[in-house]
C-alpha cells in the first residue's frame, strides 16, 4: 500500500467523505489549519472578531455539508482545496448578508467599510492569499517543531533543544554558537553537529506532515517548494 494512501487527506478522498475514518480524518485537518482561514479571511478585511466568527462558520459549513465529497483525487492538495473553499463561502455569505433584511447571525460590514481599519495589517502581511499561504507554513513548522522537542524530551535532550530551537531554521552567528556552547558547557563542533541533526531530523517530520495534506509525490514536492520559498534552504 503506497504511504499516501493512509494520510488524512487522502483518506478523505478515497471515502469521498463517508465513514468514520475519513470524517475524523477531516475533521483533524480542519482542526490543524484553521489558523490559514482565519488569516486569510482577516486579510479581505474584516475585524478579527468577525473574522473569528467566519471561521468558525466556515468550517461548521464545510464540515455539513461535505463539498470536500466532490475534491478531485487529482488535485489533491488539501491547502488548495481548501483556499478555494473559504473564497466561495465568502462570496456567498457576503450576498446573503447584503440580501438580507436583517443582519443575520453575523454583524456583516461590507470590506470597503473596514478596509481603512485594517490597512496597515493588509500591507504588513501581503495578499489575503499570502497571509493564507503564510499561516500554513507556520502550522506545518510549528507542528513538526513540537514533535521534535516531544522526541527531545523522550531522549533526555529537551534542554539542548530548547537552546539550539532558533538554530533550526535561521544560521546563528559565531557569538550565538559561543554562548550556547558555554551555556550547555559543549565544545563548539560538537553543538554544530547536534545543530545540523536537528536540522535533518525537523526536515524529515516537515515533510511528513506536509504528506498528510497531499494525495501524491507531485502535490508533495509543490508544497515542499512552496516551504522552502517561506523559510528558506533549511527546510
Same mark, same amino acid.
Given at each position: 500500500? +503506497?504511504?499516501?494512501?493512509?494520510t488524512?487527506?487522502?483518506?478523505? =478522498? ?15 485537518l480542519c482542526?490543524t489549519?484553521?489558523?490559514?482561514v ?12 468577525i ?5 468558525? +462558520?466556515?468550517?461548521?459549513?464545510f464540515?455539513?455539508?461535505e463539498?470536500? %465529497? ?12 481548501? =483556499?478555494?473553499a ?10 446573503? %448578508? ?45 507542528s ?10 523522550? %531522549? ?11 538554530? =533550526? ?12 556552547a ?6 563548539r ?10 536540522r535533518l ?15 501524491d509525490?507531485?502535490? =508533495? ?15
Open positions: 500500500m +503506497s504511504h499516501f494512501q493512509t488524512r487527506w487522502s483518506i478523505v =478522498l478515497q471515502a469521498k467523505g463517508d465513514g468514520h475514518d475519513a470524517r475524523a480524518a477531516l475533521e483533524s482542526r489549519y484553521r489558523a490559514p482565519l488569516a486569510f479571511i482577516r486579510g479581505r478585511g474584516y475585524r478579527n472578531d473574522a473569528e466568527d467566519l471561521t468558525q +462558520s466556515f468550517f461548521a459549513s464540515l455539513e455539508r463539498d470536500y %465529497a466532490a475534491a478531485d483525487p487529482a488535485r489533491g492538495r488539501f491547502r488548495a482545496y481548501l =483556499l478555494t473559504t473564497r466561495h463561502f465568502l462570496v456567498n455569505t457576503t450576498e446573503a %448578508a447584503n440580501t438580507a433584511k436583517r443582519g443575520g447571525q453575523y454583524a456583516f460590514e461590507s470590506i470597503d467599510d473596514v478596509a481603512d481599519e485594517n490597512a496597515a495589517v493588509s500591507a504588513a502581511n501581503g495578499t489575503p492569499e499570502e497571509a493564507f499561504d503564510q499561516a500554513w507554513a507556520l502550522v506545518i513548522l510549528n513538526a517543531l513540537r514533535r521534535l522537542r516531544n522526541e527531545a524530551q523522550l %531522549a533526555g535532550k529537551q534542554e539542548l533543544f530548547d537552546q539550539l530551537r532558533d538554530f =533550526l531554521i535561521e544560521a546563528p552567528d559565531d557569538e550565538d554558537y559561543a554562548r550556547v558555554a551555556k550547555l558547557d559543549m565544545r563542533n560538537t553543538l554544530a553537529v547536534s545543530v545540523h541533526r536537528l531530523r525537523l526536515r524529515e517530520l516537515v515533510q511528513e506532515e506536509v504528506t498528510q495534506t497531499a494525495a509525490h507531485a502535490g =508533495l514536492e509543490t508544497e515542499m517548494r512552496e516551504l522552502r520559498h517561506a523559510f528558506g534552504p533549511a527546510l
